[in-house]
C-alpha cells in the first residue's frame, strides 16, 4: 500500500512538471510580440526603444531556459507576476477568485452525486419499467444539452419567468442555486448511467442469490450488497467529472457574472494578459492532476482486491 501511494505520488510530481512545461510553451508560443502590447496597454507609443526598454523589463531578452526557470520558481513560491493588463498582483486576483470557484464545483459535485445516485438506484429498483426508462431518458437528455444552453433554460425559467432566484452575481446562497444546476446536469447524467449499470452488473453477481436466499429484499440488496461493490467505479467516474468541471466553469461563470478563476482566464485570453492565462492553466491542470491523485486513494481504500494487490 506504502508503494502505491509513493508510486502515484512521483507519477503527480512528473505529470505537474510536464503541465508547467505545457502552459509555458502554450503562452511564449502565442503569435505577437508581448513588449508591444504591454506598451499599447500604458498608453504608450511603442516606438522600438520603448519596446525593447518594457522586453529588457519583463525579461523577454532572456534564454527561453532562464524565463522559464524563472517563471516556474516564483509559481512554486507562489508568486504569478504582474497583470500586464491591469498591473495588479495575479496571485491576489487569484487567492480571491479560487474561492468563487471552489464553491462552484464543490456545490455541483455534491448536487451531481445526489441526483446520480438518485436517477441510478430508482432505474435499479425498478429495472427495464417506466421509472427504469424515465431515467434513461433524463441522463440521456441531460448528456446531450449543452452547458450554455442549461444555463439559458435556468434563467428564463427560475429567474425571468417564475422570478425565484437572482440569475447573476455572487451574493450568497441563494444566488449559488443556478450556477450548481447548471454545471451538475451534465456530470449528473453520465454518473446516473454509471450508477445504473454498475448495479445492474452487480445485482447479476453470485453473492446476490446468496443474499436472498438469507431472505433480504431488493432495497436491502441493493443499498448493503451492490452499493459497495460499485462504490470504486462511481468516484473514479466522479474524480473525472469533477476535474472536467474546469472546463464547465469557464462558461458558466461568465453566463451568471461570476467573478472565478473561469473568468479570469477569459478575460486573460481576450487581452492576451499572458501571465494570467499561465497561472490560470497551470491551477486548472494543477487540480485535475491532485483530484486524480485523490481519487486514485480513495479507490485504493475502497477496493479491497486493489488493497491485496498492492500488499
Known sequence: MIHFISKRLKHSLVLLFLASVVC???????PGNVA??????RGAVAT?????QVAEEIGLNKPLLMRYVDWLGDAVRGDFGISYRTGQDV????ANRMFVTGILIAGSAAIATLISL???FLGAFWPYKLPDRVSRGLALLGASTPTFFVGALMIYAFSVTFQLLPSFGFAGPKSWILPWLTVAVLPAAVLSRVVRVGLEEA????FVLTAKSKGLGRTAILFREALPNITPLFINALGTQVGLMTATAIIVEPLFAWQGLGDYFLAGVRFRDFMVVQACLLIFLTFFIVVNLIVDLAVLLTDPRIRRQWS
Open 48 to 52: 522600438p526603444g520603448y519596446v525593447e
Open 24 to 30: 509555458f510553451t502554450l503562452v511564449v508560443s502565442a
Open 36 to 41: 508591444v502590447l504591454i506598451a499599447e496597454l
Open 203 to 206: 445485482m447479476a453477481s453470485p
Open 91 to 94: 496571485s491576489a486576483d487569484l
Open 118 to 120: 438518485a436517477l441510478g
